[in-house]
């Protein structure tokens, strides 16, 4: 008896759902954001077959998003049935779903875009009379009617979110949500290079893409020249699987991650398997806390690939995934490891240091650097030689580090007990990065560059917290060619930038020129630092306080102001350094939290030796 109340006064609590609220639960799936709206569309137009694909946003895409093609359209039966959830062209039979060679398929974008705004679509096809025009407004058609068009078609998505207020509230700003719409225009041209593109924001073009007849050409149009010669190619093959593309020099990984564009068969995707694999492929090569840059196409076989595993398509599963891997990472091993020295810009990637008036004096009474030079990385020479130098010597517990993990706890043993003033005698310098030096009773290996790096942020810290950041006009405008993503950001942030003593003006469209630098820092390598800015100023309202907002920019100054690795330096300039660095307290990090010194006090000399 008490089963059958049970299951009585179970009945009636599961519903099937109504149409609409089905609807936009499909819409919260696949529109996140604008950007997941111009993906969409955009994939719809190049699954069409067109040629030249212009894309207008106003509000960041909150507003209006217009994306129009010279595709092959459609017809008005075609037109309205698009609007209906699973209706495709895309695919004929259940097999077609293991071999898609399209950019779809969840067979729900267009209605789950109309669920949740305002659509007015235009489409006529090449060789009709006339055009369709279909309106839609929350889900529901509300107009089809015939119109005069051009062949193609063209999507108004008006109102985004207008239903369903508490989506659109998660909205970032104007400018960070137009950034994203930027990136999706950047990597369709990347995979479709015989596509036209255009972008328009608020009635000012902002990216414009002639068809070009290789990936090289498009890799110049959307990233430039500066990141074009730090790369170098990558490519392998296998039965099935095609690796090709660009990675960056080991020399010139930074703390940003911009750009990291994976395609799979022409599809934008993420996969933490091959970004695993890149990342593993530079090994002892990359830094800590730096981070390759890369643009990567794999072809592989559709049948061996998932593209339906996500529903805004951002995602893929791979039937080999283990091959890939391996092959991702062989390919970027080989590539950093087969290198001649010449990035694929035909530029040599470990730049020789600049001698020339007023530039060849190194760091001067201010401790402030006055070179560009390009850096390597030589952090493997710490673990060699700390392994050469103290394996199985007596007292050697506490020195030995990992060797695998590139740690040395050396480094870090007990308190700085060393003061300023303390007495800097410098013994020389090991493969152009590291000084070594007696400073007071110890003997210190330290990195110049992270030690530089330390010196020249404590003083801009200590000037900014003082609200007196000395500006150092230049005498020639330093110009600077940015993304078309970041120059909203960098236009919001200039008077910022200008408190913190870097004076930047617009100069067209997607240009800036530096008027005015840090005094302290001297010359610096301007293209480079702004691609750093731009991934510090793009965390700026996330910052929990004003101090969290500039550490960073500050960080970055230094950072790209501060001797290079690899730039020989005389007794005189190492001694400037160290003995700036001492006077600062001896910081054991550099502002990103790389090691600055690995320390060898005089008792623990006398243990290594068996004189304690």
């Known amino acids: 008896m008490q089963a059958s109340m049970n299951v009585a006064g179970s009945l009636g609590r599961i519903r099937v759902l109504p149409g609409e609220v089905a609807s936009r639960i499909a819409a919260g ?43 092959e359209g459609m017809g008005r039966a075609d037109a309205q049935l698009a609007f209906q959830r699973h209706a495709t062209s895309k695919l004929y039979a259940e097999r077609d779903l293991w071999s898609i060679t399209t950019l779809g398929f969840r067979g729900e974008a267009l209605p789950s875009i109309a669920a949740v705004s305002k659509v007015r679509l235009i489409t006529a096809c090449r060789h009709e009379p006339v055009g369709t025009l279909v309106a839609v407004t929350g889900g529901t058609m ?69 068809a070009v007849a290789s990936w090289r050409d498009r890799l110049l149009q959307v990233y430039g020249a500066k990141v074009l010669e730090q790369m170098i190619e990558v490519r392998a093959e296998r039965p099935g699987l095609l690796l090709h593309g660009l990675t960056i020099d080991a020399a010139q990984t930074r703390v940003g991650r911009a750009p990291q564009d994976l395609f799979v068969n022409r599809r934008a995707i993420r996969n933490a398997a091959v970004a695993h694999a890149v990342s593993d492929g530079y090994g002892t090569f990359l830094a800590k806390g730096r981070h390759p840059r890369y643009v990567l196409f794999l072809d592989v076989d559709p049948e061996r690939v998932d593209v339906n595993v996500h529903p805004a398509k951002r995602e893929v599963r791979f039937a080999d995934q283990d091959l890939i891997h391996q092959t991702v990472r062989q390919a970027v091993r080989e590539a950093l490891g ?111 560059h992270t030690a530089h790096e330390r010196v020249l942020f404590e003083r801009l810290w200590r000037a900014w917290q003082s609200r007196a950041v000395e500006l150092q006009p230049l005498l020639i405008a330093e110009p600077l060619e940015l993304a078309p993503s970041a120059v909203p950001l960098v236009q919001r942030h200039v008077p910022d930038l200008e408190k913190l003593g870097l004076l930047l003006e617009p100069f067209g469209s997607s240009s800036f020129v530096v008027r005015a630098v840090p005094a302290l820092l001297g010359r610096l390598d301007y293209q480079s630092l702004i691609q750093d800015l731009v991934d510090d100023l793009s965390e700026w309202n996330a910052a929990s306080s004003l101090e969290a907002r500039v550490r960073p920019v500050l960080a970055s100054l230094a950072c790209h102001a501060a001797v290079r690795a690899g730039r020989a330096m005389e007794p005189a300039e190492s001694k400037q350094l160290i003995e700036d660095w001492v006077e600062e307290g001896l910081p054991m990090t550099c502002p990103h939290g790389r090691r600055v010194a690995l320390r060898l006090p005089a008792e623990e000399l006398d243990k290594i030796f068996g004189r304690a």
């Open 338 to 448: 087969g290198r001649t020295g010449a990035a694929i810009g035909g530029r040599a990637s470990l730049a020789a240091p600049i001698e020339s008036a007023g530039q060849a004096g190194g760091i001067g009474l201010e401790g402030r650097s006055s070179f560009v030079a390009e850096g390597r990385p030589e952090d493997r020479w710490i673990r060699t030689t700390q392994a050469a130098l103290f394996s199985g010597s007596p007292g050697s517990s506490r020195l030995q580090g990992s060797a695998d993990s590139g740690t040395a706890q050396v480094s870090l043993l007990g308190p700085v007990s060393i003061g300023p003033g303390a007495e800097v005698t410098p013994l020389g310098q090991v493969s152009r990065t590291f000084l070594i030096a007696q400073v007071g009773s110890e003997l210190q290996v330290i990195d110049q």
């Open 29 to 71: 799936e696949v529109v996140e954001r604008p950007a997941a709206v111009v993906r969409e569309l955009i994939d719809n137009s190049l699954d069409a077959g067109s040629s030249r694909i212009t894309v207008e946003v106003t509000d960041g895409g909150r507003g209006l998003i217009r994306v129009a093609d010279d595709g």
């Open 142 to 210: 509300t107009k089809v009617e015939d119109v005069a068009a051009a062949p193609g078609t063209q999507v108004e998505v008006a109102n985004l979110f207008f239903n369903t207020p508490a989506r659109k509230k998660f909205l970032k700003t104007q400018t960070t949500e137009f950034s994203h719409i930027c990136q999706v225009v950047q990597q369709a041209a990347l995979a479709w290079l015989s596509v036209q593109f255009q972008l328009r924001h608020n009635g000012q073009e902002v990216l414009t893409y002639p």
